[in-house]
């Protein structure tokens, strides 16, 4: 997978397509991220190869590569682990690999991975007028393997993919008559993260289920009680007698559909590096959990691996006399160019420090929290299904609108919607430039940034 932010989209594109009809080339030194199933390559420097020192025609290019990696350069990036991948433009919108492209890529890439010991994957990449891009990895035999996502994560979400075609049916004949057959078809072909699957969590996944997602990773530690019974769909009440897994609850309803989605559970949280490997394969997150920590997490992985996050959240006070005196659903959408969650106060770094200690060491924080040190770890808020319901719903009609633009609006309005129930009133807000630098030194960081955010609370 190769991923980058919409602005370094727009910064390729100015670069390879500057109005004369001729190809131009840039590098793309990219971090990793190592995921479960997938190598993901993101982009983290871009070096544009002056128009004036290449050999520039309508369906040919040449450039002087050796210049730009002298010795010093090449052991820099063999120290930090960074692959190269090479991207040139094809101005007559020819959508494949050419002859010359082959030829030129085994000879360049001979050298390349030469360069390296290990087996890091390094490329080469063609970017057509519309702005769609195709990307391989050129293997040091020769050969190519085409990488089979290519995702910009921005205000918008886009993506192309190698298409496993969705069956014809009359249940996705009717979801494609609202978005199209093409949107159905790429949700059909992407993998979303759900860490939380309680009130929230098990909402969402009816929706993505429900709507073709073709594959689901969901993550939960805790086993289903009977008190859960009022808000994860689905459940039943042997299932928390027997204290089920929720993963397994939310997997159980899931494959009873039998809508062809693919579902694969973890038991635990983000504090687990299996967890993380299993989100680093995901192209979207959606977070329903409810404490500062996970959020805290969440923020981390959604910045560091370019990966959309929608954060979904329900906020209830009660009253003390049996009703409610606040009552908000919201959704929040996040991504490496604009707020953090930080940013945007969803958590503060003393919530996430407080529920460390009180899930690791309870002694210890019992002891800083009788000598004021540290926050309270919240209790548990009341259960209002309708809420739980709304604030999802929020988020996945958002999610789509950003994959498939149907909104009058800017996406970039609507990172933060909440409605009020005691209130009965609906806001909305603009997204803003991410400038904490506790969460802004992770963009885009991938594999690096486990070791910082490590250290960081833990």
């Not at 995921?35 to 290019?61: F, N, Q, V």
């Not at 106060?345 to 899930?359: F, I, S």
């Amino acid at each position: 997978m190769l991923v980058m932010t919409e602005r370094q989209h727009k910064q390729i594109f100015a670069h390879l397509f500057p109005g004369d009809g001729l190809e131009a080339a840039a590098i793309l030194l990219c971090n990793r991220g190592s995921g479960r199933d997938t190598c993901r390559l993101i982009i983290a420097e871009i070096i544009s190869i002056p128009h004036d020192i290449s050999r520039r025609m309508k369906k040919y290019l040449s450039w002087p590569f050796a210049d730009f990696f002298p010795p010093e350069i090449i052991t820099q990036i063999d120290q930090t682990g960074q692959s190269i991948v090479t991207i040139h433009s094809h101005p007559n919108n020819f959508n494949e690999f050419s002859l010359r492209d082959n030829k030129t890529d085994k000879e360049l890439f001979d050298s390349i991975n030469n360069w390296f010991d290990d087996q890091r994957s390094n490329g080469s990449a063609i970017m057509l007028p519309d702005g769609r891009v195709r990307a391989r990895v050129v293997h040091s035999e020769g050969e190519f393997s085409e990488i089979d996502s290519v995702n910009v994560v921005g205000d918008s979400i886009r993506m192309w993919k190698k298409v496993r075609m969705l069956r014809n049916s009359d249940f996705s004949n009717k979801l494609s008559q609202t978005f199209g057959r093409g949107t159905l078809e790429l949700l059909h072909n992407i993998r979303v993260g759900v860490v939380g699957c309680s009130g929230t969590g098990s909402v969402v996944a009816e929706l993505l289920a429900r709507n073709c997602v073709g594959e689901i990773v969901i993550v939960d530690p805790d086993v289903l009680e009977e008190k859960n019974l009022n808000r994860i769909i689905g459940a039943t009440m042997k299932e928390a007698r027997d204290q089920q897994p929720k993963v397994e609850v939310a997997k159980r309803a899931i494959e009873a559909m039998d809508l062809g989605t693919k579902v694969f559970t973890y038991q635990g949280d983000t504090s687990h590096s299996e967890v993380v490997k299993a989100l680093v394969d995901c192209d979207v997150l959606f977070g329903c959990v409810d404490s500062a920590f996970g959020r805290y997490d969440l923020d981390c992985i959604a910045s560091a691996y370019l990966i959309p996050y929608f954060d979904v959240g329900v906020y209830l006070e009660a009253d003390g006399r049996g009703g409610i005196s606040n009552a908000d659903a919201v959704s929040h959408y996040v991504h490496p160019e604009g707020k953090s969650l930080l940013e945007q106060g969803v958590y503060k770094m003393n919530q996430v420090t407080a529920e460390n200690w009180h899930r690791t060491m309870p002694e210890y924080y019992l002891e800083q929290r009788k000598n004021g040190y540290l926050m309270a770890v919240g209790e548990e808020q009341p259960a209002v299904m309708s809420l739980n319901m709304l604030a999802s719903c929020m988020a996945f009609n958002d999610f789509l609108a950003r994959l498939h633009q149907f909104r009058f609006d800017k996406n970039r309005e609507f990172s933060t919607q909440r409605y009020r129930l005691v209130h009965g009133c609906y806001e909305r807000e603009e997204d803003g430039n991410g400038t904490n630098p506790l969460i802004s030194k992770y963009v885009g960081t991938g594999d690096q940034s486990l070791l910082v955010r490590n250290n960081t609370v833990r």
